[in-house]
């Protein structure tokens, strides 16, 4: 399952989705009303994005309706999963659907304020399996709160800048597996598609090169979709189906680009 960052939309995800996708992973990508740009619902209401102010307390309570949201849809999953379909319609599913659903073996992801939503998830819904934060300040108290299952932290590359305290909290709390993997020469925004779409767009835009530094960093975009992907879908593989993954022992010569900066417990 995948969260957006905040105010973004279900769709932002398309580099690293269509490689689990194309792996024999289900992913399902989310829609936060209100938080998303536009939500449209079955009778064709549309919702529109209304949290204006983005403030750390606003942004708690976004981590933690989020959270719900992720929760809501995983038992709409489990829903279909037993045979039923949980749609405004109620159409058949359809064939092979459900039976393609293991529910035993979940993940979720996001980006920035979904990075946020994925701890928070983890923490209160036993059903997942797995989470991973793509340089995501942790908002809110489940956020920081930890649990016993694997959690990966992925951050835009800040060598120089002090570690984010709040996933020194998150540290200090986890009691299952977690690491901090850094991506050298990326930014906040080189973990969604406007790294491939913000340098096209640049001249329309009015981005100069200091702005695309900025915004998704110098590392190239082709080359940050490669490595990105390639560790997620480990990630995912080595906690999953329980594929030894040796990528997550340590750096390596093919991806020069990934610093370890600390696991635990």
Request: net charge negative; aromatic share 8%.
């Amino acid at each position: 399952m995948y969260s957006p960052a905040f105010g973004g939309d279900r769709g932002f995800a398309t580099a690293q989705v269509e490689e689990l996708a194309s792996y024999g992973y289900i992913v399902v990508t989310v829609d936060h009303t209100h938080d998303a740009s536009e939500v449209e619902f079955p009778d064709g209401r549309v919702e529109t994005a209304t949290i204006g102010d983005a403030g750390d307390t606003v942004l708690a309570e976004a981590v933690a309706v989020r959270a719900a949201d992720v929760r809501f849809v995983l038992d709409e999953l489990a829903t279909i999963a037993a045979g039923a379909n949980p749609d405004a319609e109620h159409h058949r599913l359809p064939h092979g659907l459900a039976g393609a659903l293991d529910l035993t073996r979940v993940g979720v992801f996001g980006h920035s304020l979904g990075g946020a939503a994925a701890a928070a998830a983890i923490h209160t819904d036993p059903r997942i399996r797995a989470g991973l934060n793509m340089d995501g300040t942790l908002f809110g108290p489940d956020a920081v709160a930890g649990s016993d299952r694997p959690f990966l932290l992925l951050s835009s590359d800040h060598p120089t800048i002090p570690e984010d305290p709040t996933w020194d909290e998150l540290f200090a709390n986890q009691h299952g597996p977690i690491l901090e993997l850094r991506l050298d020469g990326s930014a906040h925004l080189s973990f969604n598609d406007g790294q491939l779409l913000f340098p096209q767009l640049a001249g329309v835009l009015g981005l100069g090169p200091a702005d695309l530094v900025r915004l998704v960093g110098t590392i190239n975009p082709q080359r940050s979709i490669a490595v990105q992907r390639r560790y997620l879908r480990a990630y995912f593989d080595h906690y999953l189906r329980r594929n030894h993954e040796p990528l997550l022992a340590g750096p390596s010569p093919r991806f020069p680009e990934i610093q370890f900066v600390r696991s635990g417990p």
